[in-house]
C-alpha cells in the first residue's frame, strides 16, 4: 500500500523559499504512475489544493494563489514530487499535505479526487 511523506517544511521570512518534497520510502516505491497533489489547510478552513502534476503527460495545474510563485516537478526518477515555493507570503503559512492517486485521467485540485495522503509538514512564514 502506498504511503506518502512530506518534508521541507519550516519556517521562512517573507519573500523566502522552501522546496517540500513528497515520496513514497516504504519499499521505494515509484510515484511515475500517481497523479500527485499538494494541498494545504490552516484552522478552521477548508482543504485547498495548491498545485497537482499528471502522471500521464505531466501536465500541472496551480491555484490562482500561486501561479508564478510556486512549482511542481517529479525528480528524473520520478520517486519524488516536490513543490519549489518561492516568494512565500504571510497567507501562505499552513499544514502542506501530498496526495495522489493511481493512473487518473488528470491531476485535480480537489481533494475528493485523491485516496492516498501524507501526514503534512507544516510551513510558517513570518519575520
Known amino acids: 500500500q502506498l504511503q506518502l511523506v512530506e518534508s521541507g517544511g519550516g519556517l521562512v521570512q517573507p519573500g523566502g523559499s522552501l522546496r517540500l518534497s513528497c515520496a513514497a520510502p516504504r519499499f521505494g516505491l515509484s510515484l511515475e504512475k500517481y497523479d500527485v497533489g499538494w494541498f494545504r489547510q490552516t484552522p478552521g478552513k477548508e482543504r485547498e489544493g495548491v498545485a497537482c502534476?499528471?502522471?500521464?503527460?505531466?501536465?500541472?495545474y496551480y491555484a490562482d494563489s500561486v501561479k508564478g510563485r510556486f512549482a511542481i516537478f517529479r525528480d528524473n526518477a520520478k520517486t519524488t514530487v516536490s513543490l519549489q515555493m518561492n516568494s512565500l507570503k504571510a497567507e501562505d503559512t499552513a499544514d502542506y499535505y501530498c496526495a495522489a492517486v493511481l493512473m487518473g485521467y488528470q491531476c485535480y485540485l480537489q481533494s475528493y479526487e485523491y485516496n492516498t495522503w501524507g501526514q503534512g509538514t507544516q510551513v510558517a512564514v513570518s519575520s
Open positions: 502534476i499528471s502522471w500521464s503527460d505531466g501536465s500541472t
